[in-house]
């Protein structure tokens, strides 16, 4: 498979940098509300590149981690008079529920930020000891951004937009803020009263980490110094995977991500979703105006991942159509499981849509070839490859809809049964006949008939 990498802003094959699986990482979900179809077109084009993948024949190792240690899980559980853990659990699971609606595979590893303090520390330690962060009168720990000479290379940060020697404290001490407020970033903040029981011992004094070094640290933990794949959403590329790749690099001195990932945003209606306009939907949200999860994963794999997708009400009608007009098509047919078609094969005439998904994730290619071959599938290697497309897609199809049969044709098929059991074969053909010319025709089967449109 090739893939097109932030960094270097070329296609780049897939390879698994220990010739055995594809390690790689994606930032998971902030847990401190129910997330957005936005997050979900990510975590969804996560899914597909892993299942390409998988069907291709790889292995892999997934590790998505879950931030349950921010400002704003913080700031919203204290409000709530809950503890951290008791408040970020309901959202974790609501998430995992979702993603299970969504037909996401689970990553083999979901390491959460607060059950990985004393790595965040040890890192901190580490760049400290190597001159890249320093602390300050309040006990909070910087990362110093001049000692970097990459920084900004993935976000393209041009180093007159750095304003060197100022740190984020200066600004607030936010997680989050844009490139014209580039700055050293804070890597241990430290206690405010505003954060409640949540602060942790470290040798700064007591405190909590900042939201960008949980990554790293858990990266190195689980997928060591250099890794095949690293993958978020676009609005991560800058700061906090420019600062994860500053902060591994320094500490670990490996390559951190051979190669960047990165899902395009989402609109609603042609906006930007926001809460105030009313576009922010959540699957819930969805479910309540009748769309079924699999009718927004479809919508969420329609267009290319680079692109800003466009989600509207009609792309949803269009995705229950197209869902369908597969089911209708593959009625009948007997679905191979994931482990199965994971062994690979002949693909038949569907091998051109599966090689789609190969050049850059091209899901709108592939469904294209799907749609476009599915008169000519006939035989087992063509199904085969029918359900490979389907799976690397993530898609599962509707239960085919049975068509509505008249009182009239009914009575036709229930004659003709009579028919056949006193073996009056005559009758039987009469009346099979007239339901031909009425567009109907029955299947017999060991214990009784079926009639079906013609
Ligand atoms: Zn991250």
């Not at 009168?137 to 750095?162: H, M, N, P, Q």
């Not at 689980?222 to 690293?230: A, K, P, V």
């Not at 009609?314 to 009625?331: F, I, M, N």
Request: hydrophobic share 35%; charged share 30%; glycine share 10%.
């Amino acid at each position: 498979m090739r893939l097109f990498d932030t960094l270097t802003r070329e296609l780049v094959p897939l390879e698994p940098v220990d010739g055995k699986s594809f390690r790689f990482y994606c930032c998971g979900p902030t847990v401190y509300g129910p997330a957005h179809i936005g997050n979900f077109r990510t975590f969804v084009m996560q899914d597909v590149l892993r299942r390409g993948l998988e069907l291709g024949g790889m292995k892999t190792k997934h590790v998505r981690n879950i931030t349950d240690v921010d400002d704003k899980t913080i700031r919203d559980s204290v409000a709530a008079g809950r503890t951290l853990e008791n408040f970020t659990a309901e959202w974790r699971d609501k998430f995992h529920v979702d993603c299970e609606a969504l037909n996401c595979l689970k990553p083999q590893i979901e390491p959460s930020a607060a059950k990985h303090v004393p790595e965040q520390i040890a890192m901190i330690e580490d760049l400290v000891e190597k001159g890249h962060a320093y602390a300050s009168d309040d006990g909070s720990v910087y990362f110093k951004i001049s000692s970097f000479a990459e920084y900004g290379k993935l976000s393209r940060l041009e180093t007159r937009e750095l304003d060197l020697g100022h740190t984020q404290n200066e600004r607030a001490n936010s997680d989050e803020y844009d490139k014209d407020n580039a700055a050293d970033f804070v890597l241990w903040k430290s206690r405010r009263e505003e954060d409640g029981e949540n602060f942790w011992e470290s040798p700064w004094g007591q405190g909590r980490p900042g939201w960008h070094l949980e990554c790293s640290a858990m990266i190195l933990k689980y997928l060591g110094e250099t890794f095949d794949l690293h993958g978020g959403g676009e609005d991560l590329i800058f700061p906090h995977h420019e600062n994860e790749l500053a902060q591994s690099k320094c500490s670990c001195g490996g390559e951190f991500a051979r190669h960047w990932f990165h899902a395009a945003h989402l609109l609603v209606s042609g906006k930007k979703m926001s809460k105030s306009s009313g576009t922010l939907y959540t699957l819930s949200d969805l479910a309540e105006e009748g769309w079924s999860a699999m009718e927004v994963r479809y919508v969420l794999i329609g267009s290319n991942y680079r692109k800003q997708l466009n989600f509207t009400m009609e792309s949803l009608h269009a995705a229950r159509e197209a869902l369908g007009k597969l089911a209708k098509a593959a009625s009948g047919q007997k679905v191979p499981g994931y482990r199965e078609l994971c062994k690979g094969g002949d693909l038949g005439v569907f091998a051109g849509a599966f090689e789609k998904l190969n050049e850059d994730l091209n899901t709108a290619g592939a469904l294209g070839e799907l749609f476009g071959n599915l008169k000519a599938a006939s035989s087992e290697a063509d199904w085969r490859g029918f359900f490979t497309v389907l799976a690397s897609l993530g898609l599962v199809l509707p239960e085919a809809e049975k068509a509505e049969v008249p009182a009239e044709i009914e009575e036709l098929a229930r004659l003709r049964w009579e028919a056949r059991q006193s073996k009056d074969w005559a009758a039987s053909d009469r009346y099979r006949d007239e339901l031909a010319t009425k567009g109907w025709v029955v299947k017999d089967g060991r214990e009784g008939y079926e009639v079906v449109p013609s």
